[in-house]
């Protein structure tokens, strides 16, 4: 009988400030997701910080083959996203950003089209080594060194007949920024690669502190998407025409959080 399998395999693991953290995982198993349930007490300064959130400063969440190779790759903030696309929900979250509150955000690392998917599944004896590495920026204005947290939960597929030929890889293809105002950053696709979803990621212009300098939702901003030399054009719309139609095929994304009022931010 074919079932998924739950494991804690590490639990409450210190992660430094600044620095990247990798964990080994286990020679052998089928692995669907992996689970990672992040926390860390704030700082007396943290409300002073335009980023707050500990999902703001997880700059890589990668699984390796302890070399080069990667797996999956993205950001924290990106990985919460996948999950809203493949799970149908934004993950666990309390951003209460209050001095010496714990905040707490869970994020989960799929290798198929859902957990549990027995079509897809890393095969980690197909490999000699597998890491988790973990990387943030935080400072000590956000909360103390090590006081950042992860709970690490692999969930894996048992006594399937027969090992899936292969697993869904997310990774950061590109970060780019335009050169200045009105000008655009052109892409070519892959085309060697089977490409099941795209995503894109807007940033405001945001420092430490202070106001926003500038915001992505302005009615100059435009996303196209096209095949075939740019003659059949698939999207051509402006950011919040895309948020509208992903919600007619996703659901809404509630978040939520608690944030200090500030007149400077």
Known sequence: MVYLKSQRKYQEKALSNNATASLELPEAGLLSAIQIAFAA????????NNKARIIDHLTAIEVTDGGTKKLFSLTGQQTKALDFYVLGEVMQENASLY???TQRTTVVIPFGAYVGD????LDLASFDQVNLDIT???TTALWADQALTADVQLITIQDLA?????????????????????????????VSDRIRRVMCQLDPTIQTVGNTTAEMMSNSNNLKFTFGEGKEVVWDHRPRDLMRANSLVYGPARVTGKYFPSTTQ
Do not use: C, M, R, V
Not at 41 to 48: E, F, V
Not at 163 to 190: C, R, T, V
């Open 41 to 48: 007490t704030n700082a007396t300064s943290i409300q002073d």
């Open 99 to 101: 001095q010496a509150i």
């Open 118 to 121: 027995p079509k897809h599944a």
């Open 136 to 138: 943030n920026d935080a």
């Open 162 to 190: 027969a090992k899936p030929p292969g697993y869904y890889k997310s990774y950061q293809w590109k970060s780019e920024a335009p050169a200045a105002a009105a000008q655009h950053i052109y892409h070519k696709l892959p």
